[in-house]
């Protein structure tokens, strides 16, 4: 399933998501060379969060726990990227306009360090590098499907069918499938655990529930979901 975009207007213009995709970009321009191979693999290594590094089970090559930040900003090849921040977009710029644009920025790296930390619960000696934005996107889900859950999402089943479903279909779907994946790999060698970090999703999400109320701004999602539109000075003071 893959979402083309949501019939839930805002308030506020989503600079803050907007930067973020920008962050995104810049990033795999400089650090992963666009991913050329070689410069794609150190980014990776340097950059990305390595469980055993975190936990103290291996020598520590990379940033160590810094990377639960940095890894936000790396991604694994284009599909990943693009994928990544079409989500972000359809999604973020409803949760940011929810709340006004800095504590959406602090909401984004609270729920992506959250994913980063649940991934590292479940593999803790795993060697392998996790990069991606998709734990934060996974809390700005869970905050959407809990604060806006009728709203319509229209989304492409490829290669033909379109479909325009609830949001709680589209993510309660999405968010089973993770907890499934995850689910099904336990027990399993962290070598045939496969290339997605399913647990980080699952945390992000579960992080998205749980925060989304410290960080809101009730009189702008109650407008949003009456579909009324506040006054410009009334909005003013709620941008950040």
Known sequence: MIPI?????????????????????????LFQGLGEMQRLEASVYVFGTVPCEVT???????????????????????????GNMLFLWVFGNNIEDSMGH???????LATGIAAGLAHIWFSPL?????VGASGAISGIMGAYILLYPRARVRTWFPPFFFFRLP?????????????????SS????????????????????????????AFDRPRLVQAK????????????PLRW
């Open 126 to 130: 795993s060697n392998v590098p996790a």
């Open 56 to 82: 103290s089970a291996c020598p520590v090559q990379g940033l160590g726990a810094e990377a639960l930040l940095t890894s936000m900003f790396m991604h694994g090849g284009w599909g990943h990227l693009l």
């Open 5 to 29: 975009n949501d019939e839930n207007p805002t308030e506020l213009t989503p600079w803050m998501t907007v930067l973020l995709i920008i962050a995104n970009l810049v990033s795999w321009y």
């Open 167 to 183: 949001a709680v279909v589209f993510l309660g779907v999405w968010f089973a499938l993770q907890l499934f994946g995850g689910l």
């Open 186 to 213: 336990l027990g399993l060698p962290e070598t045939q655990q496969g290339g997605v970090a399913v647990w980080a999703h699952v945390g992000g999400f579960v992080a998205g529930l749980l925060l989304i109320k």
């Open 225 to 236: 979901r009456n579909h009324v539109q506040l006054r410009r000075d009334e909005v003013a």
């Open 102 to 108: 800095l504590r959406f920025l602090l909401f984004y």
